[in-house]
């Protein structure tokens, strides 16, 4: 069965402080994968996305991540958090002929002072 | 480019009657839109697939009668709520897909709720 799982329910973390957010997936086939955010009561931006190539992948807002197919694992990390990064972020995974998304239960970020 | 429009973004309405949320994709054309539900902190549901001029196609457990869905251009899909009960009270969020093209583009949502 295809499924998104994100083992941290809620994680805190400092201001300056790394961040790794873990994104673990089921798919039976070549997976195009996606990290979301989402601030309270708005849409989902997206931070980043792969669909191939590079493992390591860029997106906006200093945010990186990194497939790992033997791990089925798709992280997010971030070198230094800021204040404005508390929100909730979601991992995504999707592709064949319907384009359907499965989304992760969500991540929610705090970040204290 | 790519964004896509809700509209209501918070509607309240009466228990039993009708709720119409649109969803637009202001500069491309989707061929295909979803709708997606979203609880209270938890994460989104698919909950219908809409492809332009033809009948959506409704995720399992999905009631297609009480939430009607037509993508009549390609610019824009609709999700009617028909007598909305307050567990239909939710998030509603939208998607499109630029043809031939694998990321979805999100609405801001719609906050639904019933009295």
């Known amino acids: 069965a295809q499924s998104v799982t994100q083992p941290d329910i809620h994680i805190t973390v400092s201001e300056g402080a790394s961040l790794e957010l873990r994104c673990n997936y089921s798919?039976?086939?070549?997976?195009?994968l996606f990290w979301y955010v989402q601030s309270p009561g708005q849409g989902l931006q997206l931070l980043l996305k792969y669909f191939s190539g590079d493992t390591l992948v860029q997106g906006i807002k200093g945010f990186e991540a990194e497939f790992k197919r033997s791990q089925s694992s798709f992280n997010l990390r971030k070198p230094s958090v800021h204040w404005s990064d508390a929100a909730e972020y979601f991992c995504a995974v999707g592709g064949g002929a319907t384009n359907k998304l499965i989304f992760g239960t969500g991540t929610l970020l705090a970040v204290q002072p | 480019g790519a964004v896509v429009s809700q509209h209501p973004s918070r509607v309240i309405c009466k228990s039993g009657t009708s709720v119409k949320i649109e969803c637009r994709s202001l500069d491309f054309q989707a061929t295909t839109m979803f709708w997606y539900r979203q609880f209270p902190k938890k994460s989104l549901m698919l909950m219908a697939t809409?492809?332009?001029?033809?009948?959506?196609?409704?995720e399992q457990g999905v009631e297609k009668d009480k939430f009607l869905i037509n993508h009549a251009s390609l610019t824009l899909s609709t999700l009617t709520v028909t007598s909305a009960h307050p567990e239909d009270s939710s998030f509603y969020i939208c998607?499109?897909?630029?043809?031939?093209?694998?990321?979805?583009?999100f609405g801001p949502g719609t906050r639904l709720t019933v009295l």
């Open positions: 798919y039976g086939a070549t997976p195009y």
């Open positions: 809409s492809n332009e001029g033809s009948k959506a196609t409704y």
């Open positions: 998607s499109a897909l630029p043809g031939a093209y694998n990321e979805q583009f």
